[in-house]
């Protein structure tokens, strides 16, 4: 055998050997792709009330549908409404379009007509408000967006660009370019 026949066949083991390799790890690549881009499980229909570390009601969740992420963990949730309970044990009502919910159940961003609703309690008077984005950190009973949101209470209306609310003491800060009406009730 010649040296150009020697090197032809070394050449032709080659060239077999780097594209069945090129081959093997595309497949793998694929898969994980695949494996990264797919839900864990889904739900529908649902109720989910998570506990606080005492056993307390911390968070009540229903929605039409939730996904959570294979990739993260983290969960996407169409059409949420989060229930969440002050310190008299009623609920803050927040909905929205759709929902994200990080991996630990300690950050949720509502976005797309966000709507909260503070409890009925006697001494302090029904709050809402409406933004198209809202975080929400449930452990540290806090709701804040940097968008411009329209807070309304009886006989006065508050428009503003930035809003901070402490859900357990009910206290809520229009952070910037406020307006204020007032709507005494004699003119309703």
């Not at 408000?129 to 009886?154: I, S």
């Amino acid at each position: 055998m010649n040296w150009r026949s020697l090197l032809g066949v070394t050449l032709l083991v080659a060239a077999l050997v780097s594209g069945w390799s090129a081959w093997r790890q595309r497949s793998t690549i694929a898969a994980s792709e695949m494996e990264q881009g797919r839900s864990d499980y889904v739900l529908g229909n649902f109720e989910i009330i998570a506990l606080d570390e005492d056993g307390k009601e911390a968070t009540t969740l229903r929605a039409p549908a939730m996904e959570r992420s294979r990739a993260d963990e983290s969960m996407s949730v169409t059409q949420p409404l989060f229930l969440l309970p002050d310190a008299a044990g009623q609920h803050w009502q927040l909905r929205a379009k759709t929902g994200w919910i990080s991996a630990k159940g300690d950050e949720m961003r509502l976005r797309g007509d966000v709507n909260g609703d503070s409890p009925s309690t006697g001494n302090i008077p029904p709050t809402t408000f409406r933004t198209q984005r809202l975080d929400v950190f449930p452990r540290q009973n806090l709701a804040r967006t940097d968008d411009t949101v329209t807070m309304t209470r009886p006989g006065i209306i508050q428009t503003g660009v930035g809003f901070q609310a402490d859900l357990k003491s009910q206290q809520y800060s229009l952070l910037s370019q406020v307006k204020t009406r007032y709507e005494p009730n004699a003119a309703r």
